[in-house]
């Protein structure tokens, strides 16, 4: 009677461990891997930002803003790299920004909705360059749109 009660409550664990390691496993499988590892990490990121920011560095729309122009004493490795660590943490991946808040650093440089289409559309090119696919784009693109009040201060075109 003993070893009935034993085999029944064993078999009741096993069923249950079972299940239980089946549920997980479909868990995991639906799961989709955050946008930072569909882009290929912080190396995929970093390339991405190199080339935006030389992008950026050298347009001649931003660079018709005399606030963005003096305001440009930030080092271009500094802003890559705090580009990078803003990206990477935006994306899902382990990174924590360590800049300014992005208000703050922008309140003043009188961006206009003129300079924000001259800045995505160098974000578009060095996202084209590096072919990361069109939902992966469209994610990145988002994410950025989603600073854009904390960005534009005037919204007449210039
Ligand atoms: C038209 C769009 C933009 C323009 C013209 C612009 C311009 C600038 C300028 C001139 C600086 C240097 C400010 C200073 O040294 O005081 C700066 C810093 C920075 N910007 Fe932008 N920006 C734009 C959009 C963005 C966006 C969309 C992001 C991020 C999603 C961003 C992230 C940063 C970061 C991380 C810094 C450095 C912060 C720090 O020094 O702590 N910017 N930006």
Same mark, same amino acid.
Do not use: C
């Given at each position: 009677?003993?070893?009935?009660?034993?085999?029944?409550?064993?078999?009741?664990?096993? !069923?249950? %461990?079972?299940?239980?390691?089946?549920? %997980?496993?479909?868990?995991?499988?639906?799961? #989709?891997?955050?946008?930072? /590892?569909?882009?290929?990490? %912080?190396? =995929?990121?970093?390339?991405?930002?190199?080339?935006?920011? $030389?992008? +950026?560095?050298?347009?001649?729309?931003? *660079? #018709? *803003?005399?606030? *963005?122009?003096?305001?440009?004493?930030? /080092?271009?490795?500094?802003?890559?790299?705090?580009?990078? /660590?803003?990206?990477?943490? =935006? !994306?899902?991946?382990?990174?924590?920004? !360590?800049?300014?808040?992005?208000? $703050? +650093?922008?309140?003043?440089?009188?961006?206009?909705?003129? $300079?924000?289409?001259?800045?995505?559309?160098?974000?578009?090119?060095?996202?084209?360059?590096?072919?990361?696919?069109?939902? $992966?784009?469209?994610?990145?693109?988002?994410?950025? *749109?989603?600073?854009?009040?904390?960005? +534009? !201060? +005037?919204?007449?075109?210039?």
């Amino acid at each position: 009677m003993k070893s009935i009660k034993n085999f029944s409550l064993i078999f009741i664990a096993l !069923t249950f %461990i079972l299940l239980s390691g089946i549920s %997980i496993s479909t868990a995991q499988e639906k799961v #989709q891997p955050s946008l930072y /590892e569909r882009l290929g990490g %912080i190396h =995929a990121i970093a390339t991405v930002v190199d080339d935006f920011v $030389e992008r +950026v560095w050298v347009n001649d729309v931003l *660079n #018709q *803003n005399p606030k *963005n122009k003096q305001a440009m004493g930030l /080092e271009k490795p500094a802003l890559k790299y705090l580009a990078t /660590e803003l990206l990477g943490q =935006a !994306t899902g991946g382990p990174q924590k920004y !360590t800049g300014r808040s992005l208000k $703050e +650093v922008h309140k003043n440089l009188n961006i206009s909705e003129k $300079e924000w289409d001259a800045f995505m559309a160098d974000l578009k090119a060095s996202l084209n360059k590096f072919k990361v696919p069109d939902k $992966e784009q469209q994610e990145v693109i988002s994410i950025v *749109n989603s600073t854009k009040p904390d960005i +534009v !201060t +005037v919204s007449n075109i210039k």
